[in-house]
């Protein structure tokens, strides 16, 4: 391992153990590696970004191999801020997946198998290529993300949002656009629908 990848420092919200609750790899055991900070403040966020935990490459490593699962998703926060190559070589050498998921704002280094563009109303998108493109529908014109960004596949995720202390989604129209817009899938997430540890 080389010099760089030993002696950067990550800031880590989190590393935890569950299955990947949205999207195509729905339902796939995977390490969750959560960076901390975003250059974005979305008002459906769920990270904490006051916590945080400086780790070096070899401290995550040594965390996330404690888990069976050779898949690990880089999430955040905005992971694109901190990841480089050396951390995802030393990712690569120990047999790991790599996914990450992304707001788009920022380009990638090389060596991840898997990329989600989660793209926010407002902002400029820099990645045009990924895996899967996911967004949160608010009622937002989506078309223009799918002209904008080629991948694979496409969905559309209900926004989840506290009302009078209860919570409510709109997931009936998110439904409702994709079977009028059947370029678009839905996504839901299952990690929180069944509440997954």
């Not at 991840?112 to 902002?123: F, M, Q, R, Y």
Request: hydrophobic letters at 35%; one cysteine or more; glycine letters at 6%.
């Amino acid at each position: 391992m080389s010099a760089t990848s030993s002696s950067k420092v990550y800031r880590i919200n989190e590393i935890f153990y569950s299955l990947q609750g949205e999207g195509a790899n729905c339902g796939r055991p995977a390490v969750f590696v959560r960076f901390s900070g975003c250059n974005l403040r979305c008002p459906f966020c769920d990270t904490d970004f006051a916590a945080a935990t400086p780790m070096s490459s070899n401290d995550i490593l040594q965390q996330i191999n404690q888990f069976p699962s050779r898949f690990v998703v880089l999430t955040g926060g905005e992971p694109s801020l901190q990841i480089d190559e050396p951390l995802l070589e030393s990712l690569k050498q120990a047999g790991f997946t790599i996914a990450i998921e992304t707001n788009g704002t920022h380009m990638l280094p090389s060596g991840i198998d898997w990329v989600t563009v989660s793209p926010k109303e407002g902002t400029d998108i820099v990645l045009r290529k990924a895996d899967e493109v996911k967004v949160v529908y608010i009622g937002q014109d989506v078309e223009r993300y799918r002209d904008m960004i080629t991948a694979i596949r496409y969905y559309l995720q209900p926004c989840s949002k506290m009302v009078d202390g209860r919570r409510t989604d709109n997931t009936d129209q998110v439904v409702d656009y994709c079977k009028s817009h059947p370029h678009w899938s839905l996504s839901l997430q299952t990690h929180k629908l069944i509440a997954i540890p």
